[in-house]
């Protein structure tokens, strides 16, 4: 006789779902059927549909390559191909010169916006002090700063260059608290700090 109301139906349901949780017997019974269902599963459902047949397509250009399967239990050969690496040269490696005198003035000039924070001074007051002399992908990393936490008040030296380049140039500026060390690169907008640190 079949069932004919959804509270017939809730109790079968329960019933054969609660039927695993009854003992641990049961429990531990269901979880071997599982596994010997999933395991013939794997090895029969290969076997029933097969392999997929490669489809031949004809192709432009020079690359060619052929897929073969290997017998089992040897490991597939590596595929190779004939089309260029990505990176077909070098990469270029920087160009040492005399430090840019436009790039010593913009760390200068970032140097002295870095430590002009007087009290009350909001962080978007000083970022605007800063953002003329930093590139944009280093603004959102600055705007975490706040400018209280800043123990110097003022740039008490003339910048030492460290290493100079044809874009970049690293600088040392002592100021009465840390020294700063300024990464400022050279970009489309001129030369603009894109990085900068507190050296001991």
């Known amino acids: 006789m079949p069932i004919r ?7 079968v349901y329960r019933r054969l779902w609660g039927w695993p949780l009854r003992s641990p017997r049961h429990l531990m019974g269901t979880l071997v059927f599982l596994a010997i269902l999933v395991t013939a599963l794997g090895i029969v ?9 490669a489809k031949a397509s004809p ?15 040897v490991a597939a050969p590596v595929p190779t191909s004939n089309l260029p690496t990505r990176l077909s040269a070098p ?7 005399a430090p840019n005198g436009d790039a010593v003035r913009v760390a200068k ?9 007087p009290a009350g001074i909001t962080s ?14 280093y603004l959102p990393v600055m705007s ?13 030296g003339e910048p030492v260059v460290g ?30 700090v894109a990085d900068y640190d507190q050296a001991s």
């Open 59 to 73: 192709t432009t250009g020079t690359t060619t390559s052929v897929t073969a399967t290997p017998p089992p239990g």
């Open 91 to 97: 990469l270029a490696t920087p160009t040492t010169a």
């Open 144 to 156: 975490s700063v706040d400018p209280a936490n800043i123990p110097a008040t003022k740039v008490t």
């Open 124 to 137: 978007d007051q000083w970022l605007a002090k800063l953002k003329p002399f930093t590139t944009e992908e």
């Open 163 to 192: 290493t100079s380049y044809t874009s970049s140039v690293q600088l040392t500026i002592p100021t009465d608290g840390p020294k700063l060390a300024i990464t400022v690169v050279n970009t489309n907008a001129g030369w603009r």
């Open 45 to 53: 459902l290969p076997k029933v549909v097969g392999k997929p047949q």
């Open 5 to 11: 109301t959804n509270r017939g139906r809730a109790a």
């Open 109 to 117: 000039e970032w140097a002295a916006a870095w430590v002009d924070h």
